[in-house]
């Protein structure tokens, strides 16, 4: 009976494995296919050296979408990143219980809000900001886009590094106080350092979670394809935003194929990240300090010195 | 250099209960602890010998809920009057804890890590500095060849030795021992006892032990606490030179502990 369980329960595993692995593949090979299928329209280096994308000539270069993404993604995980850190270190190391439990509460609203949400939100409050602040255009923009990512990264970045933290052995911690450290010596010399492997798999899902993000990009960007971005208050676009807004109207062939192949390397990104992370966290695993922290059963059991 | 010269110093602990909250897990304790000694705190599982510890360098500060009524000083100075600076106060009374606890940085820049927190030394009297703390204590032969390896590759007892390295590195008056060779093979364990009858010609050597041989071994006084059966509180039993307390002891629970029949 156990045996059969047993077999049953590893034929449907194997399964979705193989499910996952054959999708993900089919996946890669559709997208590359059809997407490498522009290379008979245009010549590679046309498609990712030309500085402008533009359907009505027939004009493909990937840098305006490119250069959108890189921009947009990279100023909002500069100010996400430490923004995000300093919340976890809040909440693992200086907030009381109940002030950690209501951010816990936060951070799980913030995870659980639609995109088109956070879009609406940056067209009424973000885009009219920057438009009033820093003057001329519409307001839509790199600047407007990476604020809206700023929100929408923070709790992918602050519940996992707040989970890195806390999986510190408390030990750690009394080793660096017992020794005269400050609580922020002990936070940035000791803390930080042993958490570095699950930090970085925080931030660089964060990151994927802005280089995907869609809709509520395209709502606050303004979706200029046709040139290189001017600066970070002017029109611009990124890759998920371009394929969203021009896939519907997309009739020629090398449109489509264009926009595809966009796709192709978003998904490449995408992978690339992934493995960053487990690179990360595979040398997090070879170090045994950074184990995680123990229940409070056997926290309590470790003060009273359990024999 | 002479500013860090450690000066053993006295820690005396005057009609002190320690609470968890409601419980008081400690009552009426009276203890002085010498310089140039080492003082052996045993007693059964659980009688607040670690709870007493934690509270001579305020780590139990830490746990929520926690109280001290009493006083306790070191050498003059009221460890928790409200003027007290907590983290001089570590710097004053190091502390090895139960299992080893080397940060996930290299030996060397654990045993520095101490020394680099105010006013870094210059480069080569760092250098110097965890030699001296690494050949105090017993790991400098082991551990020259790679300092710069994580200190994670060390074993459980040259990693305890490190423990000891980093809290003696920055000179401290106290040293503070809880258990320290409880995580240690036979060996190691031997090797930390030399140590620690070594450590006691600079310092005021405080250790909790388990291990009844540890104590007769290495310590000078000991004192031998129990748990009050009425309120489970912990109190200190009896105080001696550990010569006195092992072979004449004069309260029935000491004789029963220290000859192995109960704890
Ligand atoms: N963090 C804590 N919170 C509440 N009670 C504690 C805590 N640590 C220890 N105690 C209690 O205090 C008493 C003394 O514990 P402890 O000092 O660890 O004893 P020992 O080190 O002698 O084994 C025990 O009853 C224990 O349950
Ligand atoms: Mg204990």
């Given amino acids: 009976m156990r045996l059969r369980q047993g077999i049953v329960a590893q034929s449907i595993f194997f399964t979705a494995a193989a499910i996952v692995a054959l999708s993900t593949a089919a996946l890669l090979l559709f997208t590359g296919s059809r997407g490498l299928a522009v290379f008979g329209y245009m010549n590679p280096a046309e498609f990712f050296l030309s500085g402008s994308w533009n359907q009505n000539d027939e004009n493909f270069g990937v840098l305006p979408l490119l250069a959108g993404s890189l921009l947009t993604v990279g100023l909002a995980l500069l100010i996400s990143g430490p923004l995000a850190l300093g919340v976890s270190i809040f909440m693992v190391e200086i907030a009381p219980e109940p002030v950690r439990r209501v951010m816990r509460t936060v951070v799980e609203l913030f995870a659980a809000l639609p995109s088109v949400i956070y879009g609406l939100l940056g067209l009424t409050l973000v885009v009219p900001w920057v438009r009033e602040s820093f003057g001329g255009g519409l307001g839509k923009g790199i600047l407007a886009a990476s604020i809206v990512l700023v929100f929408m990264t923070q709790p992918t970045i602050v519940s996992i590094a707040e989970d890195a933290l806390r999986a510190l052995p408390e030990s750690l911690r009394e080793g660096a106080l017992a020794v005269g450290a400050t609580r922020w010596q002990m936070i940035w010399r000791v803390l930080l350092p042993a958490a570095r492997p699950g930090l970085i798999t925080a931030v660089v899902l964060g990151t994927g979670r802005a280089v995907g993000e869609t809709i509520a990009v395209q709502m606050v960007i303004g979706n200029i394809t046709s040139r290189m971005p001017k600066s970070l208050l002017t029109g611009a676009t990124t890759m998920p935003a371009a394929i969203v807004t021009q896939l519907p109207e997309a009739t020629s062939p090398e449109h489509r194929a264009a926009l595809i192949m966009v796709a192709f390397l978003l998904l490449v990104i995408t992978f690339s990240l992934i493995a960053a992370v487990r690179a990360a966290g595979s040398r997090g695993k070879a170090r045994p300090t950074t184990r995680r922290r123990p229940s409070p059963a056997a926290q309590t059991a470790a003060v009273k010195g359990g024999d | ?263």
């Fill in chain 2, 1 to 263: 250099m002479d500013a860090s010269t450690p000066s053993a110093t006295t820690m005396t602990v005057k009609d002190t209960s320690l609470f968890y909250g409601g419980f008081r897990a400690v009552k009426d304790i009276n203890l002085h602890f010498r310089p140039h000694a080492v003082t052996a705190i045993i007693g059964s599982s659980g009688c607040g010998k670690s709870t007493m510890l934690r509270s001579l360098n305020r780590i139990n500060d830490r746990v929520n809920g926690f109280r001290v009524e009493g006083t306790i000083s070191l050498g003059d100075q009221d460890v928790y009057a409200p003027t007290t600076d907590v983290v001089d106060l570590r710097r004053r009374v190091g502390m090895v804890f139960q299992r080893p606890n080397p940060f996930p940085m290299s030996i060397f820049d654990n045993v520095a890590f101490g020394l680099t927190l105010y006013a870094p030394p210059k480069r080569a009297d760092l250098e110097m500095m965890v030699e001296t703390a690494l050949r105090a204590s017993a790991l400098w032969g082991e551990v020259k060849d790679k300092l710069r390896r994580p200190a994670t590759e060390l074993s459980g007892g040259q990693q305890q030795r490190l423990c000891i390295a980093r809290a003696i590195a920055t000179r401290p008056d106290v040293l503070l021992m809880d258990e320290p060779c409880s995580a240690l093979d036979p060996i190691s364990t031997l090797k930390v006892e030399e140590l620690i009858a070594e450590l006691k010609r600079s310092y005021t050597v405080v250790i909790v032990t388990h291990n009844m041989q540890q104590a007769a071994r290495a310590s000078d006084v000991t004192v031998m606490m129990n748990m009050d059966e009425a309120d489970r509180a912990g109190h200190v039993i009896e105080v001696g030179a550990t010569d006195d307390i092992f072979t004449n002891p004069q309260h029935p629970q000491t004789e029963a502990y220290v000859s192995g029949r109960f704890g």
